[in-house]
């Protein structure tokens, strides 16, 4: 049964357990009657629910149960005390009936108790409001009864819902964490391995880590006042033990699930950078390799050389990608490196290896083929250039010249030894 589902009915403060003790550190059940018609199965729901807190071994100490008879009838506190007996019976301890100022027929009610009291089970007593500090101490009472002790309904139930709520969560979410690891450090699934919590682990944590804080900063009653020291709440109700144990248990599991996650992301980067590595390797090896082979040639003449450039500037851009992949993929291997397994660094620097011999390689061929096909179009070019220097000279030798004078003879002359000259320097470079 959770508070959340009943929570109109425990808004009704029907019952209580304030934190107080009895001398025999049995807890304190207060049931404050009121004038209107009390619910019987509301306050027995409320029991029940109440009576699901406290650990076995505190409820094994017995209640004592303050029956708040003040503003009710003789009638209904008669039918409640009756009630407990089915409610919880082996756990009363004491019923302390708190009458009002205006008695009640002293001879019904002390007849109706003492009838009932061999089969009750417990001790039933009436008791005035300032009389109560016979049977228990003012320090565990709550201020209805002239007592110190502090406490917020509205403030334990909120208590209560967030309490429960982390319980449920953080049960649940140790559950999936626990199936989650096992499956992620599984090695034939790792890789397929997709499940995540229904819950965040970061904001249960900080849930239960609020609520303990909570639990652990309640005052200490009676120290600001002067009074008898006050130990908190008692640790069944407030539950601070379980919720412990829930903290370490969820700490304990997430650590193991983000110590998987980064296990399989570590598996999954490698996989990545195995498949890319393997994928430029390929290719290098493959259609890079066949582009270079079937591309030899140097061309006859200089226009046939200029083509071939073209296309190896073509070959170039498609190799460039692929050498971009080659720079990334050194960055992602160096990153791996530098916080991976001794297993899994010596994969990576063969990979590395391997993926720099291919890229180095390749890079070399390219090279060799630029400076090839920059020699033939320089060799083309200066062949057009001598080839056209020729025919000028071989078209001078083979003009008919007349000579007009002498100094039209020694200006034939000079430029038949200009051009002489210059196609022997041409010559001259090649060889």
């Known amino acids: 049964m959770d508070a959340n589902n009943i929570m109109p009915i425990l808004k009704k403060k029907l019952a209580f357990l304030s934190g107080g003790k009895d001398r025999r550190s049995g807890l304190i059940l207060t049931i404050p009657l009121c004038s209107d018609q009390t619910n019987l199965e ?9 009576l699901s807190i406290p650990s076995e071994r505190c409820k094994a100490r017995g209640f004592t149960v303050i029956v708040d008879g003040r503003k009710s009838q003789w009638n209904i506190v008669k039918t409640v005390v009756l009630m407990l007996q089915n409610v919880i019976p082996a756990e009363v301890s004491l019923v302390c009936v708190v009458k009002p100022d205006e008695f009640w027929d002293k001879k019904v009610t002390h007849f109706c108790f003492w009838k009932e009291k061999d089969r009750l089970g417990f001790e039933v007593i009436l008791v005035s409001a300032n009389k109560l500090t016979r049977y228990i101490e003012p320090c565990q009472l709550t201020d209805e009864f002239g007592g110190s002790l502090d406490y917020d309904h509205i403030d334990w139930l909120n208590k209560r819902l967030v309490f429960e709520k982390f319980t449920t969560e ?3 979410l140790l559950d999936e964490l626990s199936v989650i690891n096992d499956g992620l450090l599984e090695k034939d699934r790792g890789s397929d391995w997709n499940q995540l919590p229904s819950f965040d682990p970061e904001t249960v944590l900080q849930t239960g880590h609020e609520l303990l804080s909570e639990l652990q900063q309640r005052r200490f009653n009676g120290s600001e006042a002067g009074g008898a020291p006050w ?22 599991q997430y650590t193991r699930y983000q110590e998987a996650c980064r296990l399989r992301s570590k598996r999954s980067q490698l996989e990545e950078v195995h498949t890319k590595v393997t994928q430029v390797v390929q290719w290098l090896e493959g259609p890079g390799c066949d582009q270079l082979k079937t591309s030899g040639a140097i061309g006859d003449s200089l226009r046939a050389s200029q083509d071939l450039q073209h296309k190896h500037e073509l070959i170039e851009s498609q190799h460039s990608e692929w050498f971009a992949v080659y720079v990334e993929l050194n960055q992602q291997i160096a990153a791996l490196l530098s916080g991976g397994e ?7 620097r063969l990979l590395q290896q391997q993926l720099s011999d291919v890229c180095y390689r390749q890079a070399n061929q390219l090279e060799h083929r630029q400076t090839l096909l920059q020699s033939a179009q320089s060799f ?21 010249v007349v000579p007009a004078d002498g100094a039209s003879i020694q200006q034939s002359l000079k430029q038949l030894e200009e051009s002489l000259k210059t196609v022997e320097k041409k010559v001259l470079m090649w060889s």
């Open 231 to 252: 130990c908190p709440m008692e640790e069944e109700l407030l539950a601070q033990p379980q919720v412990l144990r829930l903290l370490d248990s969820l700490r304990e």
């Open 170 to 172: 953080s049960t649940s």
């Open 42 to 50: 509301e306050l027995s729901t409320t029991l029940h629910y109440l």
């Open 342 to 348: 001794e297993e899994e660094q010596e994969e990576l």
């Open 380 to 400: 083309h070019g200066s062949a057009h250039e001598l080839s056209q220097q020729l025919d000028g000279l071989l078209g001078m030798l083979c003009a008919d």
